[in-house]
């Protein structure tokens, strides 16, 4: 599983709506309007966009290989 978070500004809307967008293309599901969960990999041309977009530095991408609850702490 991937979570991808991201913190884009304000002033950057059309890049969040971009991203948002790619993100559903891509089967991931919306958390939060910027938390994404999905179980595909993401492409090497979703990251290179991603740099183009100069967004890079304002999105994380986290792979999550072990699932967990609260209930077992």
Same mark, same amino acid.
């Given at each position: 599983? +991937?979570?991808?978070?991201?913190?884009? $500004?304000? +002033?950057? #809307?059309?890049?969040?709506?971009? %991203?948002?967008?790619? %993100? *559903? @293309?891509? +089967?991931? !599901?919306?958390?939060? *309007? /910027?938390?994404?969960?999905? @179980? /595909? #990999? %993401? $492409?090497?041309?979703?990251? @290179?966009?991603?740099?183009?977009?100069?967004?890079? *530095?304002?999105?994380?991408?986290?792979?999550? !290989? +072990? /699932?967990? !609850?609260?209930?077992? %702490?």
């Amino acid at each position: 599983m +991937k979570i991808v978070l991201f913190d884009i $500004p304000e +002033k950057e #809307s059309a890049q969040r709506a971009w %991203l948002r967008e790619v %993100l *559903k @293309n891509l +089967k991931f !599901t919306m958390l939060q *309007k /910027s938390v994404w969960v999905g @179980n /595909s #990999s %993401l $492409p090497e041309e979703f990251m @290179n966009d991603l740099r183009a977009r100069g967004i890079d *530095k304002f999105v994380e991408i986290l792979a999550v !290989t +072990k /699932s967990g !609850t609260l209930r077992q %702490l």
